[in-house]
Structures are given as structure tokens and as C-alpha cells.
């Protein structure tokens, strides 16, 4: 039996079981070629018809009160109520660029160029990593031992940076749970981000996801503050969200700004569940000790680089050189 005679089965038996079926679209699918858009069904309100057992991807089944979307991968359904979309947010390039918090994006400026040399060896473990299925490769945190390093303008511009590639979109995270520098540094108030995600199971990422008017960046705020961060972040859930951020999008980087390695235990905790940390160093400050500590704290992570800021030797005042 085709595909065709298979799905004309299974919706006279939704029709039997008093699921509307609507006609099918005329670019739905045809034998010998490759799945198309698929009929949606109206079920009843508080059910939804059996999947289980389909090998049927991109699918949609649309309820009175809610949407229920067919995971390609897993071929699991989860809960997606209708009408939910991210909030959009207008950043002020010009006045970032004015105080030194974003690097030019209008013309080719030395540190811009810096940039690019950063996020090369990056995003090549990330392809790597991905064609061999091994880790979170497109995980990447973005640390320092001690605050005031960069390690904020470092997360913000290399986003910016691998945003701008042509097979890249970015997802940059607020992981500094306990300050949220990066929405201060980007002039934007507190709100529900990534704690609340994880402590609240009627929260989808997309509730609290903002997107920018710099294509194909994202943000995900810090989210509430919560005593327990240290614990929701080294929890199963934290893991399982992980994992979701990596597969959903095999195009998407997720770049985590957070706290510093050797002020609290989140950052060491975030930095075992990540697939690549990029650890800044300010020259001329911090101690070769204090290093030492910083790349003890995330030898977990598969993947360690550190990158040197503000070297007086050069022209530029950012970064220097990468390691």
C-alpha cells in the first residue's frame, strides 16, 4: 500500500470516529515525489486523533483551543497554543555604537574584522560537531574569571558577528542570572526570560524569546531572579531545554553571556551542560592564579578558548589576539 492509500485509510477513519476532514489541497502528496503540505484537521475540542504511531513529518492539527504540533524528529506532540508569537524589539544600533557596546555595523572597522577571526574556529566546531552528531557544539558560553573583562561585549558582538553569516541565526542568551548585564547593556528592562522557562511548565521559550531588528538575532532574557538559579540550572529540566535550543534549528547558535567563573557557581554549573566556552581575559589584570582557577572551573566542557582584551601592544583597544 503507497503513502497515498495509506492517508486516504487513516482519514476515513478519522471521518468514522467524527473528526471533521476538510478536502485536500492540491499540493498535498503525490506519488513518486517528496511530501507536501498536509490538510489540516479540525478535532474536537480536549482531543486530538491518535498520531502515535505515524512516520508523518511537518504536520499540524488545529483545535478551538489550541494547537498541537508533530515534532519531525521524535514524532512526539506538544502542546503549542494558537496565537503565541515572540515580542520584537528595537534595538538603537547608533546609540550602542555610540558607547562602545556594539562594534560598527555599517562599515568594515578594525573590530568588526576581529570578530571575524573569533568566530571562524567557533562556528567550525559547530559544523564538525554537528556532522558527527557528537555534543552540543552549537552551545557556546561566554565567560570571564572576574567581571568587568568583556565578557558582555564580547558575547553581544560575536552574536552580532555569526548573525551575519549567510547560513547562521543566533540566539543570544542572557545566562548572567544573577546581574543581567547584557539587557542593561542593551538598554532593555528586566523581564521573563530563561528562569521562568524553566520553572514554569505552561511557559514556552517562545513566550519570552525577543526578536531584534538585526536579522536573524535573537534574545532570551535572564528571566526572575531566583535564589535557587544555581539548582535550576544544573537541573534535568535545564538539560532537556538545552538539547531542545540545539536541534530544534540545525541552522541556530546559541551564545550564553555568563557570570563570571569565579563569583558564583552558575557559571561553572552552565558551563558542564555547554559544547564550546569562549573565557576572556583582560591583559594587565587578571592573575596568572586567577586563570588558572577560571580553566579548572570548566574543564567539563569539551571545548575551552580564551581570547585577549584590551592588549595595549596593538591599534585596537578590544580584542588583541585569539587563542
Known amino acids: ?31 513518486g515525489g517528496r511530501m507536501g503540505t498536509v490538510p489540516h484537521v479540525q478535532v474536537p475540542d480536549g ?39 515572540s515580542e520584537t524589539v528595537t534595538l538603537n544600533l547608533d546609540l550602542l555604537e555610540e558607547a562602545g557596546v556594539l562594534a560598527s555595523t555599517k562599515v568594515r572597522s578594525t573590530i568588526a574584522e576581529e570578530f571575524r577571526h573569533i568566530k571562524r574556529p567557533l562556528l567550525d566546531n559547530v559544523r564538525k560537531g554537528r556532522s558527527s552528531h557528537n555534543g552540543r557544539p552549537a552551545l557556546i ?13 564580547f558575547a553581544l558582538n560575536l552574536a552580532v558577528s555569526m548573525a551575519i553569516e549567510i547560513d547562521t541565526s543566533v540566539l543570544l542568551v542572557d545566562g548572567d542570572v544573577v546581574r543581567c548585564n547584557l539587557m542593561r547593556s542593551l538598554g532593555l528592562q528586566a523581564r521573563k526570560g530563561l528562569l521562568d522557562v ?55 547558535v546559541v551564545i550564553f553571556d555568563s557570570t563570571p567563573l569565579l563569583l558564583t557557581s552558575e557559571a ?43 592588549d595595549r601592544s596593538t591599534t585596537s583597544n578590544y580584542a588583541s589576539y585569539y587563542v
Open 1 to 31: 500500500m503507497n503513502i497515498i492509500e495509506l492517508a486516504s485509510q487513516r482519514l476515513q477513519e478519522l471521518s468514522r470516529t467524527g473528526v471533521q476532514v476538510p478536502a485536500p489541497h492540491s499540493d498535498g502528496c503525490h506519488a
Open 47 to 85: 482531543t486530538a486523533p491518535d498520531l502515535s504511531n505515524e512516520k508523518i513529518q511537518n504536520q499540524e492539527f488545529v483545535g478551538s483551543n489550541g494547537r498541537l504540533q508533530m515534532d519531525s524528529v521524535s514524532h512526539t506532540i506538544r502542546s503549542r497554543p494558537s496565537g503565541r508569537h
Open 141 to 153: 558560553m561566554v565567560t570571564s574569571a572576574l567581571p568587568g573583562e568583556g565578557k558582555t561585549f
Open 198 to 252: 524553566l520553572t514554569n511548565p505552561s511557559l514556552d521559550v517562545a513566550d519570552v524569546m525577543l526578536k531584534t531588528n538585526i536579522p536573524r538575532l535573537s534574545l532570551l532574557p535572564a528571566g526572575t531572579s531566583n535564589t535557587r538559579s544555581t539548582e535550576i540550572l544544573a537541573s534535568e529540566a535545564m538539560s532537556n531545554f538545552l538539547d531542545e535550543l540545539a536541534n530544534r534549528y540545525r541552522d541556530r
Open 268 to 310: 561553572k554549573v552552565l558551563a558542564a551542560k555547554m559544547g564550546q566556552v569562549l573565557v576572556v581575559v583582560e591583559e594587565s589584570r587578571t592573575s596568572y592564579s586567577d586563570l588558572q582557577k577560571a580553566f579548572a572551573a570548566v574543564e567539563s566542557c569539551p571545548t575551552v578558548m580564551s581570547v585577549l582584551n584590551k
